[in-house]
């Protein structure tokens, strides 16, 4: 194992360059995960915040009694996706659309704001599909005049997500693909530069696994590197967007840990697939 | 008797250059020298290949210890090759390692305990008159003391059989003596060795059972010194 080791370091020494190059591949598949990952994190947190907002405000025609209403707020509070149920009376909408969301004061007529039944969802049911629904079901009650929410809002931090996820999925798909070739040809270099050694040991009787470590430890260290040098780059990108835009969350020290993992397992993945087919075209003549 | 290694009806068929051993049958008993003749492209090389199971036969069977062509896996050739001391005509030692590293590591690649390999190097290099030149590296020593660094490797795990594929191929007369000389003692103190060579003086001087290749095809297995003389 220490002489594994001790090869796989004496492999960067002699290919510095295409090592750096394989660790930055690396680095750039992980941090294009890594980024569009936070950018994901943090819209969710929005989301959540927003979410929290999130209420359906039914508006209810004039003249509604008592009992209708009673009777109607009952059955809404019943919704499966529905957490709570409140009135708000004409006076009080007045007082409360001072203080509400920006996003909600175009909702509201300065002057004349009619009373209203305030809906809020369960959380995991605020998606925009489940909002519309819940809002045509209570636009069936006659007395309903009409039902606003803060849709739009949702729905396009909700798209902005979706983005923000496949982008970052296939961008680092298309990077980890050119780590993993680039790996491979650090790898095949590697084998070439050892091949004298590889044929002795061979000769000898090293075993497969005996012959393959070295190089596999060096395509993991490689990745483990890559790894530590996206977090690094998705840190400075994010403390760049708090000091700068806005205030941000980065990935929590698990996450951290996940990606150089990640990184690890790319640089293993990479060094697997081309050293037995490197190794064999070295062994032919031995 | 008993045997070290056995080929019954072994033939080797290249893809390209067609047919480099047929039908080849012989047997090497416990503690046997053997020497190994035929002109070049004769399957001297393919033969000792097959021993080591760096080529597979295309039709026998080769048996090598307890190990057989015919069931042998590829991943369990490190076992058979661990048993085998190889040499060849070119040494193929490690030019960037001192020549204790280069037996060193026949031990380290094999998975000796760290605590031993000192210990065992010193001996092996001792064992081939070498002890004084162990730090040196391999382009100060003479061809004739690369081989025998390159034979204290192959007995670096005590093998119960050395093929040397002409390994005095490079060397002046008096070095080939030394080096047939250390096979002698190696092959004296219990190891069969198989000797390819094109060297005919040698085979008759030894009097010792040789294999005569031509074609691919094994022309005769004895001691009978005296054909050798028609041959030259
Ligand atoms: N790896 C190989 N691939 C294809 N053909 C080969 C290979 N090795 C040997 N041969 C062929 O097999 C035949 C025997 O070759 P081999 O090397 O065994 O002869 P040799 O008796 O050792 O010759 P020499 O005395 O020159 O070393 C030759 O015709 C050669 O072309
Ligand atoms: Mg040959």
């Given amino acids: 194992m220490r002489l594994a080791m001790r090869e796989a370091l004496l492999a960067f020494r002699r290919a510095p360059l295409l090592s750096a190059l394989g660790i930055t591949t690396i680095a750039f598949s992980l941090f294009a995960f890594g980024l569009f990952g936070l950018v994901t994190i943090n819209i969710r947190d929005a989301l959540r915040a927003v979410e929290d907002r999130v209420e359906l405000r039914a508006f209810l025609v004039d003249g509604t009694t008592e009992d209708a209403l009673a009777t109607a707020m009952g059955d809404i509070g019943a919704f499966p996706e529905v957490r709570e149920v409140g009135y708000v009376s004409s006076d009080s909408a ?3 659309s001072r203080e509400e969301l920006a996003e909600f004061s175009d909702v509201f007529d300065a002057s004349v704001l009619p009373a209203s039944i305030e809906v809020r969802l369960r959380e995991g049911q605020r998606d925009p599909v489940t909002v519309q629904a819940v809002a045509d079901r209570i636009a069936t009650y006659p007395f309903i005049d009409d039902v606003r929410f803060g849709l739009e809002w949702v729905t396009k931090l909700y798209a902005v ?28 270099m590697a084998v070439l530069a050892r091949a004298r050694e590889i044929e002795i040991m061979r000769l000898v009787g090293a075993t497969n696994g005996f ?8 395509g993991t260290l490689k990745g483990m590197l890559g790894g530590v040098l996206a977090v690094g780059m998705a840190y400075l990108a994010h403390t760049a967007v708090s000091r700068m835009l806005f205030e941000t969350v980065f990935f929590t020290p698990a996450q951290v840990g996940i990606g150089i993992a990640a990184g690890a397992a790319l640089g293993f993945l990479g060094s697997l697939l081309s050293v037995g087919r490197h190794l064999r075209a070295v062994w032919r003549d031995a | 008797m008993s045997g070290v290694l056995r080929l019954d009806a072994v033939t080797k068929e290249y893809p390209r250059t067609g047919v480099a051993v047929r039908d080849v049958s012989f ?8 020497f190994l003749t035929g002109p070049s492209g004769s399957g001297k090389s393919t ?68 605590g031993t390999i000192g210990t065992k190097v010193g001996r092996l290099l001792t064992q081939v008159g070498l002890a004084s030149k162990a730090t040196a590296m391999p382009h100060e020593l003479s061809g004739g003391e690369q081989q025998r660094v390159a034979i204290a490797r192959a007995l670096a795990n005590d093998p119960f059989l050395l093929l040397a594929d002409e390994p005095t191929g490079n060397l002046d007369e008096r070095a080939t003596r030394g080096i047939v000389q250390l096979l002698r003692e ?31 095809t094994l022309l005769y297995d004895g001691t009978d010194a005296r054909r050798l003389t028609r041959h030259q």
Avoid: C, W
């Avoid at chain 2, 047997?27 to 053997?34: L, N, P, R, Y």
């Avoid at chain 2, 069977?61 to 042998?72: I, Q, R």
């Fill in chain 1, 94 to 96: 007045l007082v409360r």
């Fill in chain 1, 161 to 188: 997500r979706t983005a923000a996820v496949y982008t970052g999925i296939g961008l680092g798909i298309v990077f980890a693909l050119v780590a993993v070739i680039i790996i491979g040809s650090t790898i095949r």
């Fill in chain 1, 211 to 218: 012959v393959r470590l070295p190089f596999l430890i060096e």
């Fill in chain 2, 27 to 34: 047997a090497v008993d416990k503690g046997e020298f053997v």
């Fill in chain 2, 47 to 114: 033969l000792l290949k097959l021993l080591s199971f760096a080529e597979r036969p295309s039709q026998g069977d080769v048996k090598v210890s307890g190990f057989s062509s015919a069931t042998l896996r590829d991943r369990e050739i490190p076992q058979l090759r661990r048993r085998l001391g190889i040499v060849f005509q070119d040494f193929r030692l490690l030019t960037d390692r001192t020549v204790e590293a280069n037996v060193a590591f026949a031990l380290e690649v094999t998975g000796a305990a760290a």
């Fill in chain 2, 186 to 216: 190696i092959n004296a103190l219990g190891t069969a060795v198989i000797m390819a060579t094109h060297d005919l003086s040698l085979i008759m001087r030894s009097g010792y059972r040789y294999l005569e290749l031509e074609r691919g």
